[in-house]
């Protein structure tokens, strides 16, 4: 079956660009992450969906970062004014319940570099 | 607050050989706890994962890893490497605190040579 699929997979970005990445999470997944992974670093978490809600943003670095789920499947992460520090692969993943330690599925991510 | 350690960021290994992956965490709370596998150009697959019963979990690939509480650690190892096996991994931990969110390990490179 599908998996999780995440577009562009690149990105090139001149600094001050806004982007838009977007995530297609398995049918029916409930839990949506998005998460950050710099060069040679595991990833890190940005923030969480449950369906279209978004309950955690713990992890978003400034407020240049926005997320959107409108409907509870495909999201959307919004980099406004990058900057070359942004520069990293974004990685979306999405589990099927709420509530448990679901296996989270990835996408391939998207390698976003900030010129 | 979790967080986790690799210990190791490089292993060579030889073909055939064993490897061992170490990791340990930090929690004051039960953690559940994954082994994540990236192969060059691809997305993050699971491995194995931990949340409760047996300390030792078999994974896919011949994998499996083993829960130490006292220890807080959770290594991953294989008995016989092949070249296919050269990969970056990650260990990471969920809380049922944190709305399960993953947080990971810095990653291990292991190369795998003939």
């Known amino acids: 079956g599908a998996g999780v699929s995440q577009s562009p997979r690149y990105k090139v970005a001149k600094r001050g660009q806004d982007v838009a990445l977007r995530c297609d999470p398995i049918s029916g997944h409930v839990s949506l992450f998005w998460y950050q992974q710099a060069l040679g670093q595991g990833p890190e978490f940005l923030t969480y969906?449950?369906?279209?809600?978004?309950?955690?943003k713990s992890g978003l670095p400034s407020d240049r970062f926005f997320a959107e789920r409108p409907e509870g499947s495909v999201s959307t992460l919004k980099i406004q004014r990058t900057q070359q520090e942004d520069s990293a692969v974004y990685l979306c993943a999405s589990s099927l319940t709420a509530g448990g330690p679901d296996t989270q599925y990835f996408g391939p991510g998207t390698r976003l570099t900030v010129l | 607050a979790q967080s986790v350690t690799q210990l190791d960021s490089q292993v060579p290994v030889f073909e055939e050989a064993p490897v061992e992956l170490r990791c340990n965490y930090s929690?004051?709370?039960?953690?559940?706890l994954f082994w994540y596998v990236q192969y060059p150009n691809q997305g993050l697959q699971l491995l194995l994962k931990y949340l409760s019963g047996s300390t030792l979990v078999k994974g896919i690939n011949g994998f499996e890893a083993e829960f130490n509480k006292s220890q807080t650690s959770f290594h991953l190892r294989k008995p016989s490497v092949h070249i296919s096996d050269t990969a970056e991994y990650f260990c990471a931990v969920s809380l049922s605190t944190n709305d399960y969110k993953l947080s990971f390990g810095a990653g291990t490179t292991v190369t795998v040579r003939a």
């Open positions: 929690s004051s709370v039960s953690v559940y």
């Open positions: 969906f449950q369906n279209e809600a978004q309950l955690d």
